[in-house]
């Protein structure tokens, strides 16, 4: 399908939701040591909001692609516009209520609908135009993504970081006052999360007036396949395996960031918070210069080379001290920018029919977001050093290298 006027609409308004749910999920590493403060939490119990929000995509992916197959692109977008608003305003309860486990159904709730999303967008914004480049724009849409994770940390921050008790002053209250006092904290988080939910509600309504293109018109006559058969592609087997590593290893990265800085280079979580924004701009940048850069390299080379490298800034993030582990880590952030679209890309290359059921796969194997992390944290609490957690995403680049190196093939 080649580029037309009529794509460019669809396409810009497609981009925006890449958009929205990066800044959802960038709001995640402000969450985490807020919360992990508010209920006075281990590293691994704080990061259970990373387990609420991607254990979601494991199941809800295969609702999404079945919703879209049965309906359409255009409904799928408007439900998981509405269940992401609806997640957000039950942040409002939550903190009422000043409930950790509260918060964590909302979080799941938002990441249902976020499944839905990009179940949705990103084989939307593949199939918008010329099949040779869909590699290339599926980066540039995702670029935004980029954007909101420069955004996202500085605005959350000083919204929901800043407002909080400091060790002296909690020093000096009663153990009652004092957990009283952190579970007040909590409330922080009650506005920006309704505006959010305000601003979704106006997008479905956008969506729900415009003209979308059915994008299935084209596989309509196509044989149907099943889930297993699907998998008879080795590409695409390789390209849930990587996503499943890709995921989780950002998740280390971007969630754990504050965590991790305020450790590893003794600053204060308002300044992580801004050192993960330059992450975020340096993911932003990596995003628009890999986009560029597949011009002249073919997409799995470059992801191949990208890996290597932050597999080598995963060992100075172990090993390193000082400033050198965030610059460290702010060159990861900007070596995984390409990962997340370039697997998605490349693992339903030359599928047909099976395209729809690919992405859900691809999407379901985003739950390493939910594990790995988790094993993060485990390590990082038994080790007593949170920067021996890094041997989980030093390990997951290396498999996300091998697909780019090997598992990307496309075999007759």
């Avoid at 909302?106 to 918008?128: K, M, V």
């Avoid at 309504?205 to 006559?221: A, G, Q, S």
Wanted: net charge positive.
């Amino acid at each position: 399908m080649q580029k037309t006027k009529s794509d460019l609409i669809p396409f810009v308004l497609i981009t925006c939701l890449f958009f929205l749910w990066g800044f959802a999920h960038n709001l995640d590493p402000i969450l985490i040591p807020h919360l992990k403060k508010s209920f006075t939490l281990t590293t691994t119990q704080s990061t259970l909001v990373d387990s609420s929000v991607f254990v979601a995509y494991f199941f809800m992916a295969l609702p999404a692609g079945y919703i879209m197959k049965r309906w359409g692109y255009k409904t799928g977008i408007i439900t998981g516009l509405l269940l992401f608003a609806f997640g957000s305003f039950l942040f409002v309860p939550a903190a009422n209520h000043q409930s950790y486990n509260y918060f964590l159904i909302a979080l799941f709730i938002i990441a249902c609908g976020l499944t839905i999303l990009e179940t949705a967008a990103n084989p939307y914004a593949s199939s918008l135009g010329d099949p040779a480049s869909s590699t290339q724009r599926l980066n540039l849409a995702q670029s935004f993504n980029g954007l909101a994770a420069a955004l996202a940390p500085a605005i959350g921050a000083r919204i929901i970081l800043t407002k909080g008790y400091t060790s002296a002053e909690l020093s000096t209250m009663t153990a009652a006052a004092q957990k009283a006092a952190l579970a007040a904290e909590a409330y922080t988080v009650k506005t920006p999360y309704t505006i959010l939910g305000i601003v979704l509600i106006i997008v479905a309504f956008m969506f729900y007036r415009i003209h979308l293109p059915d994008i299935r018109e084209k596989k309509e006559n196509e044989n149907k396949q099943s889930l297993f058969s699907t998998f008879r592609h080795s590409h695409l087997t390789w390209a849930v395996i990587a996503q499943f590593f890709y995921v989780g290893a950002q998740v280390c990265v971007l969630s754990l960031f504050i965590l991790y800085a305020t450790q590893s280079a003794q600053i204060t979580e308002i300044q992580a918070a801004d050192y993960l924004s330059i992450g975020g701009f340096a993911f932003l940048v990596g995003r628009f210069l890999g986009t560029a850069l597949m011009k002249y390299f073919k997409p799995q080379n470059l992801l191949t080379t990208y890996a290597i490298i932050c597999v080598l800034l995963c060992a100075v993030a172990i090993f390193g001290k000082g400033m050198m582990t965030i610059y460290a880590l702010i060159g990861i952030c900007f070596f995984m920018s390409i990962m997340f679209p370039t697997i998605f890309s490349l693992g339903i290359k030359q599928l047909g029919a099976d395209t729809e059921m690919a992405s859900s796969l691809i999407i379901m194997s985003i739950v390493g977001g939910a594990i790995l992390p988790r094993v993060f944290g485990l390590i990082s609490d038994a080790a007593g050093n949170i920067q021996m957690g890094y041997i989980v995403p030093l390990i997951s680049f290396a498999v996300v290298g091998y697909f780019g190196w090997k598992g990307s093939t496309v075999k007759e």
